[in-house]
């Protein structure tokens, strides 16, 4: 069995590499020379990640003669913002880093769509070299070139498309991530198993003890076969025109839930939620196969915290009206047919009924 390997994204303009394994942070100096021909750059990652991976990897680079400028903000979703966005582009400037300079975003999917959102648009932009040391920043936000923050109204409501130079998935980091943040970042690759890929699905499953204590070869794997997927689906529609819909199952009524509870419950806890709530939804409306909700819930249980108290059918279902896959007015929802498959309905999304909408999330809110 092999434990590391390297994956292709195409975009409109070329491809990049994703370098998975444990130990590939090893090319990382590498990579910033080939991108930043003044071998200077920005490296960003939050309170939390500095400490433990981003001044190592900054010193790593020196000695191979690049010349980092360290930058780091609070850690947490509360930073994910404008204000935040302002300050590092400042400091950026201060530094004098060019547009022959990069940036290198160490960190999980609030670091990596910030780290981006700021490389994409300083100096009318930069190459950002993804370097995720959460799961779900491996499988997910690293990958696929969105970036962005969150506003008043949602989240990851302003952003861009901005596809790395190269993404570094060291799954050696990932040993450093606390216990919520494992069984959180799984859920995007349950995910990608939900919609594409049963057999996924099932090893995520079957190895899921060995994941959540970051066995080496287990992540490596699962975390390899994970991007495979995603690097298929956005190699194919790259700015979301249609098939890429089908990584937002879980993301109508998950995003809601996040924003509602003023992101007190996290990424993977509301989109695994989101997951249930639209197979329940999807079962219905006749799309999906009757038994899908349960598959679904028995695989992510273990997986997700439970919906907070005090987070309201009203107050959620009042963001659902700000998710960026609102077409004329209706919210839009990814349906399964099944384990494994995704409807297509119209561009892969469903328009359906608000009560069966709102029915099915009263019963997860309920349950909590
Ligand atoms: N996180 C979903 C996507 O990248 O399209």
């Known amino acids: 069995m092999i434990h590391s390997g390297r994956v292709d994204v195409r975009t409109g303009v070329g491809s990049y590499p994703v370098f998975v394994g444990h130990g590939v942070a090893r090319v990382l100096p590498g990579l910033v020379a080939e991108r930043a021909a003044s071998g200077r750059f920005a490296l960003i990652s939050d309170s939390n990640v500095s400490p433990l991976h981003g001044e190592r990897l900054a010193e ?4 191979s003669g690049l010349d980092p400028t360290l930058l780091s903000f609070p850690a947490g979703e509360a930073s994910k913002t404008r204000g935040r966005w302002m300050t590092l582009t400042d400091e950026m400037l201060e530094a004098g880093l060019g547009r022959d300079s990069c940036v290198v975003a160490v960190g999980g999917g609030v670091t990596t769509d910030l780290g981006g959102f700021v490389a994409s648009t300083y100096l009318r932009g930069i ?6 040391t959460s799961y779900l920043a491996m499988v997910d936000a690293s990958v ?3 970036t962005g923050v969150d506003v008043a109204a949602g989240k990851n409501l302003v952003g861009t498309f901005h596809p790395p130079a190269a993404v ?8 450093t991530l606390p216990e919520r943040n494992r069984r959180e970042g799984l859920v995007e690759a349950v995910k990608h198993g939900a919609v594409l890929d049963e057999g996924h699905f099932e090893a995520i499953e079957r190895r899921c003890d060995d994941l959540l204590r970051a066995d ?3 992540a490596s794997d699962v975390v390899l076969a994970s991007i495979r997927i995603k690097a298929d689906v956005v190699s194919k529609d790259e700015f979301e025109g249609g098939f890429r819909h089908v990584l937002n ?5 998950g995003h809601a839930l996040e924003a509602a509870s003023e ?4 990424h993977g806890s509301a989109v695994g939620l989101g997951m249930i709530t639209e197979a329940a939804i999807g079962e219905r ?3 999906t196969a009757p038994g899908t909700r349960d598959r679904l819930k028995r695989a992510l249980d273990r997986l997700i915290d439970p919906a907070p108290p005090g987070l309201t059918l009203e107050r959620t279902v009042a963001y659902l009206g700000q998710d960026k896959k609102v077409r004329r007015g209706r919210p839009r929802y990814v349906l399964l047919a099944c384990v494994g498959e995704t409807s297509r309905g119209v561009a892969w999304t469903h328009d359906v009924p608000d009560e069966v909408a709102h029915r099915a999330l009263r019963e997860v809110l309920d349950a909590a």
């Open 168 to 175: 570094v998935a060291d799954t050696e980091l990932l040993r």
């Open 216 to 218: 080496p070869d287990t």
């Open 285 to 287: 409306v006749g799309v």
């Open 144 to 146: 696929g070139g969105k």
């Open 60 to 63: 790593a680079c020196r000695v």
């Open 263 to 266: 992101y007190r419950l996290g």
């Open 127 to 132: 190459p950002v070299i993804q370097v995720p």
């Open 249 to 253: 199952f879980g993301h109508t009524i």
